[in-house]
């Protein structure tokens, strides 16, 4: 006899778009999945998170790094200096207060994401994007493009960004000028 696998349903009371609270409610990485009414958006996935970085102040849309404290990875800040690109974990859906807990989306569309501007940091549809690498990007994605030298050789810096966690997929072109745009978050 074959037997089934049982799945448990939790309630939340709060909105992912909650601002902090200073109370854990549930355990670190505690996993949420809603339906969205809009068929274009399908299933979101939230993780429980804790901004736990005073440097760099999150956002709405910002990503959110794993990794500041050996302890546990569902500790997150936006400053990429503390942590490689790597370490992304999620995207903050509010302006999380320092040392507050909350939500952060794993997976699914997000209309918001922050992005690098200026020369050459347009995404084209499709495009895969990580998380930038430097201080002035904390918390920006960016198209990850190898660099055009007219060889089939990419650099060592090239390889290293190749392989970097991939945060998201651009779901529309987005300007170098804009500051946001529309992806769909991978990184459950």
Known sequence: ???????????????????????????????RMEESSTVARGCETYRYIYQNEATVAAASGGIAYGGQTLGNPWEVGMDVSDVKGA??????????????YGWGKTRGYEASLK????????WIKGDFLVSADAASGDGMAEAWVSASTGESKVS?????????????????????TTKVGKAY???E
């Open 115 to 122: 992005k690098r501007t200026g020369t050459d940091r347009n």
């Open 1 to 31: 006899m074959a037997g089934r696998m049982g799945h448990n349903v939790a309630s939340f009371g709060e909105e992912v778009t909650t601002t902090g609270d200073a109370t854990q409610r549930y355990p670190l990485g505690t996993q």
């Open 156 to 176: 060592g810096d090239e390889v290293h960004r190749a392989l970097e966690r991939i945060v998201a997929w651009a779901a529309s072109t987005a300007l170098s």
């Open 87 to 100: 370490f992304a974990v999620a995207v903050y859906q509010s302006i999380l207060a320092d040392t507050k």
């Open 185 to 187: 978050v991978q990184l």
